[in-house]
């Protein structure tokens, strides 16, 4: 008995795993993208319902309990986003508490 020909029938002789795990989409749920990002799931969750620009587009999968994201989204999303600098924002001194002085007043108001 003669073993078919692979091309002919449509069906590959060996699988490719390699292949196969390139071709398989990976969603990440809230959970998923709060750890890829280190914050909170209730952080994502915030983030997403009170302003998702600020967030890698999402997709919405019927049947699905809220959004999922895919990986490609994530990584162009995060190559996306400014790089990281060790030089520190000068913040304004802080103000005093409490009412000023009537003499920090009068040296405003001259």
């Known amino acids: 008995m003669t073993k078919p020909d692979p091309v002919e029938t449509g069906v590959p002789e060996t699988i490719d795993l390699d292949a196969l795990a390139e071709t398989v989409i990976r969603l990440y ?31 919405a999968i019927p049947g699905a309990r809220g959004p999922r994201w895919t990986f490609q989204a ?25 009412r000023p002085r009537i003499v920090e007043q009068m040296r405003r108001r001259s």
Not at 41 to 52: A, D, E, G, M, W
């Open 74 to 98: 994530i990584r162009d999303w995060l190559k996306a986003r400014p790089a990281h600098t060790s030089v520190s924002v000068p913040c304004p001194p802080k103000r005093k508490v409490g």
């Open 29 to 59: 749920d809230q959970q998923g993208l709060a750890d890829l990002l280190g914050v909170s799931r209730k952080t994502v969750q915030n983030l997403y319902s009170r302003s998702p620009h600020l967030l890698p587009p999402a997709i």
